[in-house]
């Protein structure tokens, strides 16, 4: 296989872009945050971090099947290799000011049923970190922790909003909604804008706490056109929300003074 290198640019969004990675045109219908900044801050007081936009973009090109890799002799997973700045990843920093990391799916199969909703994100500093769970590796690594464990994996799942909304159990996390149908990656044909609700909404009305909370993604919703017709409005629940792995949201620039 010809090997890649990738390079990263900021641009003058402060989105990390992965040079050998193409990324779908934001001049339609296509976009990532959408915040108006001259709206009222009380409405919108937090706007998505640098990490965020790139995890996103990056879960973007993995579903349209833009710079997709496949490189596992046998697992084969679909990846996308990215970067995102250092300092909003675990409050690391890097002698290059950023963190590659690579964005994958399982499809769904007799062998991993299970597997098929979740969007999986594996940050690690050798080769053997991707490999081991069927992805590939970016190329160059960089990662600000020598000898990581093979399990630094992250898993995100995006449920409809009217599924989430009529779920009466509790917690609202990762395993306390197991059972909650998630969108398979698989029927999503492209992802079409990402941005977070108003201050007001369903998620700060019934989980301040959370929506208030940078480094959760609870308040984020994703609008998901399907393969098969239609779109849906869907919101992101991760397995380490609230601890710190990214920091999902930031203040709103045009509120702080």
């Avoid at 945050?33 to 801050?41: E, G, I, R, T």
């Avoid at 990762?174 to 029927?187: H, Q, T």
């Avoid at 056109?225 to 929300?241: E, F, R, S």
Wanted: hydrophobic share 35%.
């Amino acid at each position: 296989m010809k090997k890649i290198i990738l390079l990263a640019l900021i641009s003058s969004t402060g989105l990390l872009q992965l040079t050998a990675q193409p990324v779908i045109s934001t001049n339609n219908n296509s976009k990532i945050a959408p915040v108006q900044q001259d709206k009222c801050c009380t409405s919108n007081p937090f706007t998505l971090s640098a990490c965020a936009q790139s995890l996103f973009q990056s879960y973007k090109n993995l579903t349209a099947g833009v710079g997709v890799s496949n490189c596992h002799p046998t697992l084969n997973f679909p990846t996308v290799s990215y970067a995102m700045p250092e300092n909003c990843f675990s409050h690391q920093t890097t002698s290059a000011s950023m963190v590659t990391y690579s964005s994958f799916y399982i499809p769904e199969s007799k062998q991993y049923p299970a597997m098929a909703p979740e969007l999986r994100v594996i940050w690690g500093s050798a080769p053997g970190n991707f490999s081991y769970y069927g992805a590939c590796a970016p190329n160059p690594i960089i990662f600000p922790h020598p000898g990581i464990i093979e399990n630094h994996v992250f898993a995100a799942k995006l449920i409809k909003q009217s599924d989430y909304r009529a779920f009466t159990g509790t917690p609202r996390n990762y395993p306390g909604m197991a059972s909650v149908p998630a969108i398979p990656v698989s029927d999503i044909q492209q992802i079409t804008a990402v941005y977070l609700e108003e201050k007001g909404g369903y998620i700060s009305t019934n989980e301040a706490a959370d929506y208030n909370n940078l480094l959760s993604s609870k308040g984020i919703v994703v609008n998901v056109k399907l393969k098969k017709g239609g779109n849906v409005l869907c919101y992101i629940i991760n397995n380490y929300d609230g601890g710190g792995t990214i920091a999902w949201k930031e203040k709103n620039p045009a509120c702080v003074k």
